[in-house]
């Protein structure tokens, strides 16, 4: 491989977002994200995998005819399942889950492990792919985890969300031991509140795991989140000037 088609490959990544329970805005943050890495002039894919509760379509408001279950199914190729940007309306491209399949909740290890083969493979046409897990430690989202570049931990202030990261991030470094774990804190009152909830998820991590995350960013509480997925409305295009966006921006900038 000569040096330029090396420079090509290190653009390509394969971020996956996760978390340690429901509710902290996973699937709200893997959309917008996607559409602040597109902004920027980046080819990118959000792909969700979140098995048996897939809800990106309904957030942005799609309507696709093909998605993942009938990749897992062999009945269509995983380009097939592509929802192009020029359809829908979008900025960036899509693969919609499947909610509440069974089928896709139960797959194999091997078939686990082959998907996430696939997915690596697709996101070498994309400058970035986005994949949504779902949330929690099952080991469908710890398998397809692994694929991944580069892991982003979504928690809130939240107790509870702490905790169960913590789970998440403990059980993904046993399966991986040279993990960058990367923290976004979403839904905190202001960057102040944000900070002191990376403090405390980082001091565990550091005490029992010997791991130091990365703070990517933090997103502040904004009522115009709420509105733009009422409305099945990407955030940046219902209200681009919004807090939360901004934050969001500045995290794809990170990237």
């Known amino acids: 491989m000569n040096d330029q088609a090396q420079n ?22 893997a959309a917008t994200l996607c559409q602040a890495l597109a902004s920027r002039g980046k080819k990118a894919l959000l792909f969700d ?19 993942l279950g009938q990749v897992i199914s062999s009945e269509i190729s995983m380009l097939e399942a592509i929802y192009p940007q020029t359809e829908s309306g979008l900025s960036f491209d899509v693969i919609s889950g499947q909610s509440g399949s069974g089928a896709l909740a139960s797959l194999t290890m091997e078939s686990l492990i082959s998907l996430g083969k696939d ?3 697709i996101s070498q046409e994309y400058d970035y792919t986005v994949m949504d897990l779902g949330a929690g430690v099952e080991n469908s989202v710890m398998t397809l985890a692994r694929a991944s570049d580069k ?14 990261a913590y789970a998440f991030i403990k059980l993904y470094r046993m399966r991986n031991e040279k993990a960058e774990i990367n923290i976004v804190v979403n839904m905190a009152e202001d960057q102040t509140e944000g900070r002191r909830a990376f403090d405390k998820i980082n001091k565990v991590c550091q005490s029992f795991l010997n791991l130091t995350p ?4 933090v997103i502040v509480r904004d009522k115009h989140v ?6 099945q409305t990407p955030l940046l295009s219902k209200y681009p000037q919004c807090k939360a966006g901004e934050n969001v921006i500045e995290i794809a900038k990170k990237l």
């Open 8 to 29: 090509n490959d290190l653009t390509k990544m394969l971020v996956t977002v996760a978390s340690g329970k429901g509710g902290v805005g996973k699937t709200w943050f």
């Open 49 to 67: 995998c979140d098995f048996g509760l897939a809800n990106v379509d309904i957030q942005l408001g799609l309507m696709p005819e093909n998605d």
């Open 119 to 121: 997915i690596s493979g």
């Open 151 to 164: 892991i982003l931990v979504i928690i809130t202030p939240d107790p509870t969300s702490l905790t169960d």
């Open 214 to 217: 990365k703070l990517l960013g």
């Open 226 to 231: 709420a509105q733009a997925i009422r409305s």
